[in-house]
């Protein structure tokens, strides 16, 4: 089994005290669930650990969110940018990525990172505890890794998600499984099925499809409840 090395932990647990960011503290509960704190950008390098690919098999979601050349997508909670640089590639010059976070430090580190590999299709956006700043209707894809049970503000937040969306726009939503104990990290840090589809649904989504072949995450994809797309029906997850 694999455990918690002490750089999860530390990423896990850090808090962010600089005022100078735009992190507020919101209600600690939302639906039932607590919500988590805020990784600290101090704990960045956890993000682009070598172990990622790994453990969390990062090019299989790559693959599985079917990102095509010249769209218009966001990485919502982008951290340092582990995808958005995957993601700049895979749209290619033609297309955007809105890379959004609420921690500036953050975004210097992504867009340092961006430079030195020349990449120019991006739109680094400083987000807040209520609203990712994004235009309505323009995007095709939404990414939220790891950042969803962080958001203090998740009515708020998915309120300007789902506006931001065009009607066939898709939110991929990536949360490390609660019901899974091989999973090595903290209840906190994670979502079960059931407790996500409450509080999408309640919030103006409905399911258009699921990705189930991830080592530690459950893979979600949304769209608007008025989009043509075909709601699906949800595959409870089941320890192989
Ligand atoms: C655990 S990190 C994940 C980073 C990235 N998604 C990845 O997988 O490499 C969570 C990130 O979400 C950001 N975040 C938390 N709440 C946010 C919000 N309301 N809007 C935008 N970003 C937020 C944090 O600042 C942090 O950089």
């Given at each position: 089994m694999?455990?918690?090395?002490?750089?999860?932990?530390l990423a896990?647990?850090?808090t962010?005290?600089?005022?100078?960011?735009?992190?507020e503290?919101?209600p600690?509960?939302?639906?039932?669930?607590?919500?988590?704190q805020?990784?600290?950008?101090?704990g960045?390098?956890?993000?682009?650990?070598?172990?990622?690919?790994?453990?969390?098999?990062c090019s299989?979601?790559?693959a599985?969110?079917?990102?095509?050349?010249?769209?218009?997508?966001?990485?919502?909670g982008?951290?340092?940018?582990?995808?958005?640089?995957?993601?700049?590639?895979?749209?290619?010059?033609?297309?955007?990525?809105?890379?959004?976070?609420i921690?500036?430090?953050?975004?210097?580190?992504?867009?340092d990172?961006?430079a030195?590999?020349?990449v120019?299709?991006?739109?680094?956006?400083?987000?807040?505890a209520?609203?990712?700043?994004?235009?309505?209707?323009?995007?095709?894809?939404v990414?939220?890794?790891?950042?969803y049970?962080e958001?203090?503000?998740?009515?708020?937040?998915l309120?300007?998600?789902r506006?931001?969306?065009?009607?066939?726009g898709?939110?991929?939503?990536v949360?490390?499984?609660?019901?899974?104990?091989?999973?090595p990290?903290?209840?906190l840090?994670k979502?079960?099925?059931?407790?996500?589809?409450?509080e999408?649904e309640?919030?103006?989504?409905?399911?258009?499809?699921?990705?189930?072949?991830?080592?530690?995450?459950?893979?979600f994809?949304?769209?608007?409840?008025?989009s043509p797309?075909?709601e699906v029906?949800?595959n409870?997850?089941?320890?192989p």
């Amino acid at each position: 089994m694999l455990v918690l090395l002490p750089t999860t932990i530390l990423a896990q647990e850090a808090t962010v005290a600089n005022k100078e960011t735009v992190v507020e503290l919101g209600p600690k509960r939302y639906m039932g669930r607590r919500i988590a704190q805020t990784m600290h950008y101090l704990g960045a390098e956890w993000l682009t650990r070598d172990s990622r690919e790994k453990e969390e098999a990062c090019s299989k979601l790559l693959a599985a969110l079917e990102v095509k050349p010249r769209q218009t997508v966001c990485d919502l909670g982008c951290g340092n940018g582990y995808y958005t640089l995957r993601l700049a590639k895979l749209v290619g010059p033609q297309g955007s990525v809105w890379a959004v976070d609420i921690q500036p430090e953050m975004l210097k580190l992504l867009t340092d990172r961006a430079a030195t590999r020349n990449v120019t299709n991006l739109k680094p956006t400083l987000g807040t505890a209520t609203s990712p700043n994004l235009p309505a209707e323009a995007i095709d894809l939404v990414l939220l890794v790891d950042v969803y049970h962080e958001f203090s503000h998740p009515e708020d937040m998915l309120e300007d998600v789902r506006a931001c969306l065009n009607p066939t726009g898709r939110v991929a939503l990536v949360e490390y499984r609660e019901e899974d104990p091989d999973v090595p990290i903290k209840p906190l840090h994670k979502m079960s099925q059931r407790q996500v589809m409450k509080e999408y649904e309640a919030n103006g989504f409905k399911l258009v499809g699921q990705f189930d072949e991830l080592p530690w995450q459950h893979v979600f994809f949304f769209a608007r409840d008025d989009s043509p797309l075909e709601e699906v029906e949800l595959n409870p997850w089941r320890q192989p």
